[in-house]
């Protein structure tokens, strides 16, 4: 008799497990696809769908990262092989004169080279730090043409106008506002890059690369 009542037990659980289509014993397969981000992954596109271009963004960070990207930005909107109409080079748009003053003399092998700009870029405003050192100290806080005078704005002017003519601005409280051939003046430079973090860039008289 116990027996009997065993066996319809397990054929009754037996019965159960095989209506139940989510049960244990028998499952439905089913797949799923999931879009899992992944930083090596190549997108194609073919070109006759659609086409597309790739933009330049700088980076917001405001120390020495964030104010040469945007100063390259600003330049070349980070093209290393830009050359302008008036045959300034590269990321940061260097005159070859000014690249001839830190050591570099092949213009080729410089716009091949995107380290080679990046260093450049570096021993230039360590050149002009140098250079503008006295002013720097006299005059960052103040306030000239309704703008408040930092170092990242005095190197950023340098490196549009040169250290000779930032020494002009400073000194003159703004009168002699130099303009480059696109007609750029110091002052907007000035505006454009204060408030950086600079003193990763350390001043040094005989800067080269």
Known sequence: MKKNILFVLILAIAITAFKQDDSL????????RYNLPQANTIAT?????????LFYTPTVDKRYIGFKEAIAFKESRGNYKKINSLGYLGKYQFGESTLNRIR?????????DPK???????????????????????????????????????????HLAGAGNVKKYLRSNGQANARDAYGTNVHSYMKKFAGFDT????????ARV
């Open 116 to 158: 080679l700009q990046e260093d450049a870029f570096y021993a230039l405003c360590s050149l002009n730090k140098w250079i503008l050192i006295r002013d720097i100290k006299r005059s960052v806080g103040k306030t000239i043409n309704g703008v408040e005078i930092t170092e990242s704005g005095i190197l950023a002017a340098a």
């Open 199 to 206: 003193s990763f860039i350390k001043p040094v008289k005989n």
């Open 25 to 32: 014993y028998f499952r439905k397969v089913t797949k799923a």
């Open 45 to 53: 596109v073919k070109k006759s769908v659609e086409s597309f271009e």
């Open 104 to 112: 570099i003399y092949n213009i080729q092998d410089f716009l091949n």
